[in-house]
């Protein structure tokens, strides 16, 4: 069996999107696995074992009527049995008009006309249900399987599969702890202050070990604040801007617990089985909180939360979390651990 898998973006969906692709080689160990991923994700994917290749898809190819053609060439050099749209919008819609398949599936309630891209259109799906199960059940649906428990049974990425996917990072002093305070949403942000404040009282009480703050190289007021940090505390080093999602990978798997907003590097973390505390305000975590792994979750009470709102003008939901909160859940998981 020939299966494409899309599920372009954002790095959080694809990795949610994992499970799926161990599902289909657990129940089809012989089924040959192709996956269109956007480039700026790609790296997640590249190597994986259980797929025989990526098909990597820019924006920027969209102005490039030769590369265009390029991908178009090699999305259609194939014949799929079956072709599953996992990001159900208009872009991933044409990828699948595209692709030569025989079942085009997704759900009848997919976004942006993507279900006109189908000739099989599946019941639409709740989005109150956690994505990772969403995902799971177009699958089981797709393949007339049937799927075992939604939990950890389904693992993101199994155990035997690590070692030669994501090779740790050794340019890094050990033990250490990963703080990620910056999402692609504004309103998923937690405000210097309080990481200041946790960066304070987790070195008091931990004083043996490094933190690293990371984030992405267009997050100018963030590597300004963590470059403040890193002089302030010789315990603490910014990594803001400095590295690729592979090193960033490494990073985060070989660390003694992360701290997190709800942003992609969360789902890579609970999908390593790292100990993470995740931070929610304007999002929920039964729809995108953390799957499978050691966790906890700390979630604004104020009664607007989640208000799935990319802008507002209090952030009062991120900012209500305390730091001294967020602190013994650090002490939760630290306490199990030895250095």
């Known amino acids: 069996m020939k299966i494409l898998l899309v599920k372009l973006s954002a790095l959080g969906d694809v990795v949610q999107t994992l499970p799926c692709l161990t599902l289909i080689k657990q129940q089809y160990p012989l089924s040959i696995i192709d996956w269109v991923v956007d480039e700026r994700n790609a790296e997640v994917l590249r190597g994986h074992p259980y797929l025989r290749k990526t098909i990597v898809f820019s924006k920027k190819d969209l102005k490039n ?9 090699n999305l259609r050099e194939e014949t799929y049995d079956l072709a599953i749209d996992y990001q159900g919008l208009f872009k991933s819609g044409v990828v699948i008009g595209l692709a030569k398949a025989k079942f085009k599936v997704g759900f009848e309630n997919h976004r942006e006309l993507s279900p006109i891209f189908y000739n099989v259109k599946l019941p ?11 995902y799971l059940n177009l699958t089981q649906q797709a393949l007339q399987l049937i799927c075992p428990d939604f939990g950890e049974k389904v693992e993101t990425i199994p155990e035997a599969v690590l070692p030669g996917l994501f090779p740790p990072l ?10 990620i305070p910056s999402a692609r949403w504004k309103t998923k942000w937690w405000i210097f202050s309080h990481w200041e404040k946790l960066i304070e009282l987790t070195l008091k009480a931990y004083p043996e070990i490094k933190i690293y703050i990371t984030g992405g190289p267009k997050e100018e007021d963030l590597r300004k604040w963590a470059g403040l940090m890193e002089k302030k505390y010789r315990e603490v080093k910014s990594l803001v801007g400095k590295m690729r999602l592979k090193e960033l990978i490494g990073l985060i798997q070989k660390s003694k617990l992360v701290v997190t907003v709800d942003t992609g590097p ?6 390593l089985k790292v100990p993470t505390v995740a ?11 953390p799957w499978g792994g050691d966790f906890k979750i700390l979630q604004s009470r104020l009664k607007c939360s989640p208000c799935f709102k990319k802008k507002c003008s209090q952030w009062d939901c991120m900012n209500s979390i305390l730091p001294e909160e967020v602190f013994q859940a650090i002490k939760e998981k630290l306490g199990q651990l030895h250095f």
Not at 266 to 271: P, R, Y
């Open 279 to 289: 931070l929610f305000g304007p999002t929920s975590p039964y729809r995108t909180g």
């Open 65 to 73: 009527p030769s590369k265009l053609k390029a991908f178009i060439r």
């Open 170 to 179: 050794d340019l890094v002093e050990k033990p250490y702890i990963v703080f």
């Open 124 to 134: 639409g799906y709740d989005p109150e249900v956690h994505a990772v199960k969403r």
């Open 266 to 271: 969360m789902h890579i973390a609970s999908a």
